[in-house]
């Protein structure tokens, strides 16, 4: 069965440095996302991604964050600049279809620990 | 405004017993998908169970089950005959109208005992 697989499950980091968190969607996917869970608090929304380019972010999706589709395959989410409250549990995941009734299929998550 | 509200933060049970786990939900829209994912120890997000709002019959997923509620905004998971295995926080989220995102409630942990 298809899956959605990301790279590296767990990545540290210092405070300042710049971060790629990588995501392969599955593949006759067409939307594609990126959440957030910090420890021991709910699953929050970064943003959506459809065309290449960005459909939709939350207020989290600031000038650190950026997407990237740089081929046909990979997803990518680059925080630019890490802060200590950084550290969470990425989640990518890929839709085939936007709309209320189509399920999300998400990705195992990267740990991000930001020192 | 879309929310997922999920007032149980945490629950035990007795194993072999069923569990009900509840969600209700506000939205305008009248297209909507509720799902409820488990998220283990281990950190991923499994998924369990869709309904989408134009369901007229409530979804099943072999031990588990959705009671799906619409005027009551209801959309409790049911998971019957509990295993030790279902120890794990479960998160009720619904994906409305055109929007694209998935909304998350709180989530409620669930621990099974032998």
């Known amino acids: 069965e298809p899956e959605v697989t990301q790279t590296p499950s767990h990545q540290v980091t210092q405070m300042g440095q710049e971060v790629i968190l990588r995501c392969v969607p599955i593949?006759?996917?067409?939307?594609f996302y990126w959440y957030r869970q910090i420890l021991g608090q709910k699953v929050e929304f970064l943003v959506s991604f459809y065309n290449n380019e960005i459909s939709e972010k939350s207020e989290i999706f600031d000038d650190q964050f950026s997407v990237e589709r740089p081929d046909g395959s990979n997803f990518t989410l680059k925080i630019r600049s890490t802060k200590l409250e950084d550290s969470a549990m990425y989640f990518c995941?890929?839709?085939?279809?936007?709309?209320?009734?189509?399920?999300?299929?998400f990705g195992p998550g990267t740990r991000l620990t930001v020192l | 405004a879309q929310k997922i509200t999920q007032t149980q933060p945490g629950m035990f049970v007795q194993e072999k017993e069923a569990v009900t786990l509840d969600c209700t939900y506000d939205t305008s829209d009248q297209s909507y998908g509720l799902f409820w994912y488990k998220q283990p120890s281990s950190g991923e997000m499994i998924f369990l169970i869709y309904?989408?709002?134009?369901?007229?019959q409530n979804a099943t997923e072999g031990r588990y089950s959705l009671n799906f509620q619409k005027a009551r905004k209801s959309a409790n998971l049911v998971i019957s005959a509990s295993q030790l295995g279902d120890s794990a926080m479960y998160f009720c989220?619904?994906?409305?109208?055109?929007?694209?995102?998935?909304?998350f409630g709180s989530g409620t942990r669930l621990s099974i005992r032998p």
């Open positions: 989220a619904m994906r409305a109208g055109r929007a694209s995102k998935i909304i």
């Open positions: 995941a890929s839709s085939p279809l936007a709309g209320g009734e189509n399920e999300q299929f």
């Open positions: 309904q989408g709002s134009y369901d007229e």
């Open positions: 593949s006759n996917h067409l939307y």
